[in-house]
């Protein structure tokens, strides 16, 4: 299993300004996932960040908007940069562990953002 | 590729039963089913494994259909507590993709 710290919890921001998210695991993994749930919705990847190298993001999310540092095996921040209104949304970080059945996801508290 | 869920939200009357469906345009090897409660991060419930075997919840339980290119939740004799939205996740390494979620409301 794991656990994930996931901070800050929630914010509020003025548009036009940055925001980082940090993500904190209790043990080594190779990958953590980014992914942005916006109200109602599913959840939808922004990017899967791998330690030492730069982060792999899926198709309409780019790394000027969010870009994303993974110094080692058991932290990860996601910045969303020059928010807009339309960044208003749940971040949540995520890992997939090992468990007595195969794999399963770990989630992160998630960070409620709403951009003003 | 996400999978595609549905219905996209159900009521029910505690004590009944419901069924969600996620379908894929390809076969499924695994299937993962979360639970998210409202203000909270999705909760892993269950994995249905391609040969069917399942693990995780001892009271919700699912299914492949023929083709392995959908998978069924099946939720019985509901209680108060099954209410939030349910997520399937299908393992498309190295992530993970989900569907759209159906949201489910269990009344007294």
């Known amino acids: 299993s794991a656990v994930i710290s996931q901070k800050p919890s929630r914010d509020i921001c003025q548009r036009g300004t940055s925001l980082t998210i940090q993500c904190q695991v209790d043990?080594?993994?190779?990958?953590m996932f980014w992914y942005r749930q916006q109200p109602g919705q599913s959840l939808t990847l922004i990017a899967t960040a791998n330690q030492g190298s730069e982060a792999t993001y899926e198709s309409g999310f780019v790394i000027d908007k969010f870009p994303i540092s993974r110094p080692n095996l058991t932290f990860s921040t996601l910045t969303v940069s020059n928010m807009s209104p339309e960044d208003s949304s749940i971040y949540l970080c995520s890992v997939l562990g090992a468990a007595a059945w195969g794999t399963e996801a770990f989630f992160g508290q998630g960070t409620r953002l709403t951009v003003v | 590729q996400q999978p595609v869920q549905s219905p996209q939200a159900v009521i029910l009357r505690e004590g009944e039963d419901a069924v969600i469906n996620c379908s894929s345009s390809?076969?499924?090897?695994?299937v993962h089913w979360y639970r998210q409660k409202h203000g909270e991060a999705p909760v892993f419930l269950m994995i249905l494994l391609k040969g069917g075997e399942q693990k995780g919840h001892e009271k919700i339980s699912a299914s492949f259909n023929e083709k392995k290119q959908q998978s069924s939740l099946y939720l019985t004799a509901s209680q108060l507590s099954y209410s939030g939205t349910y997520f399937c996740?299908?393992?498309?390494?190295?992530?993970?993709?989900f569907g759209a979620g159906t949201r489910l409301t269990v009344k007294p």
């Open positions: 390809k076969a499924l090897y695994s």
């Open positions: 996740g299908t393992p498309t390494p190295p992530d993970m993709r």
């Open positions: 043990s080594q993994v190779t990958m």
